[in-house]
């Protein structure tokens, strides 16, 4: 009896604590354990892309996925702290404890997983094209057949241009509008509008928020057609901490279902990113 008790008594123990400290529910992993040790979440992601993310002028991070970062941290009993690596590092994986997550928009594509883990998705944005503002004759995505294209490289807008599968999991079927493209690579975002605006190149595409926020701006640009595609978005972690990855998903999950991430989509693009087409 003696020992039946025990056991009782450290299982109510254990349950107990899950129910304080959302942070110590099986916490073994390398990044489980730096979070629980330090009490923060640190978080990878870009500083030049509103209105996702971005710095104000004060220094400050702001934009929908710094926002849907800092939430996943407070509910897993952390406070966000975000750094800003190169992209072609966040994606290769093996970041030797340098960051926990990437909250960075990144396509879960299979490519990808061979180096990550993408515990949860936690929005879904539609893919447009946007041209020069005065380019009043391209009006549909065939319009741009064998014209110059230009955006971020590597991405998986390459490959539609291509034809080539884009590898992301539980995508759409996607319907190829654009034929023998000329692809014009950029190491950023912002230089690729800045072609659209030089007339360097006749067109780019970027998520529709993105661009609406460049127009909004002022640059000067207009969005044709309807979306291209969709594509989802994940939570990316380092591979090998299974008990960060479940942690992360409940965490997310549970922002989709009560509405968090749809009001913070709300917020920062006045549409509702967090349900899959």
Not at 10 to 18: G, K, N
Not at 83 to 110: I, L, N, R, Y
Not at 201 to 210: E, G
């Amino acid at each position: 009896m003696a020992r039946h008790f025990r056991i009782f008594s450290l299982l109510s123990f254990v349950l107990s604590a899950m129910v304080l400290s959302p942070i110590s529910v099986g916490l073994a992993g390398e990044a489980s354990d730096r979070i629980k040790a330090s009490g923060k979440l640190v978080v990878a992601t870009d500083p030049g892309w509103p209105p996702f993310s971005s710095r104000d002028a004060d220094g400050n991070w702001t934009g929908f996925d710094v926002d849907v970062a800092t939430e996943i941290a407070k509910r897993m009993g952390a406070k966000a702290e975000f750094v800003a690596p190169p992209w072609d590092e966040q994606v290769a994986g093996h970041w030797k404890g340098k960051w926990d997550a990437c909250v960075c928009s990144m396509t879960p594509t299979v490519e990808r997983a061979k180096n990550l883990d993408f515990p949860a998705n936690y929005y879904w944005a539609p893919v447009n094209l946007a041209v020069n503002a005065k380019n009043l004759a391209a009006k549909v995505p065939a319009n741009l057949s064998g014209k110059r294209i230009g955006f971020l490289v590597p991405s998986t807008y390459e490959l539609y241009l291509r034809g080539e599968p884009m590898g992301i999991d539980g995508m759409q079927p996607v319907t190829h509008m654009i034929d023998n493209a000329i692809i014009v690579p950029y190491d950023s975002d912002s230089a690729s509008f800045d072609g659209v605006a030089k007339g360097e190149i006749d067109a780019t595409m970027n998520y529709l928020p993105v661009l609406m926020y460049e127009i909004k701006q002022g640059r000067p640009m207009r969005i044709i057609g309807t979306p291209l595609f969709y594509v989802s978005d994940a939570v990316a972690i380092d591979k090998g901490d299974p008990e960060l990855s479940t942690l992360i998903k409940n965490n997310v999950d549970g922002m989709i279902a009560d509405g968090t991430i749809g009001a913070l989509s709300m917020k920062w693009f006045q549409f509702d990113l967090s349900k899959a087409p």
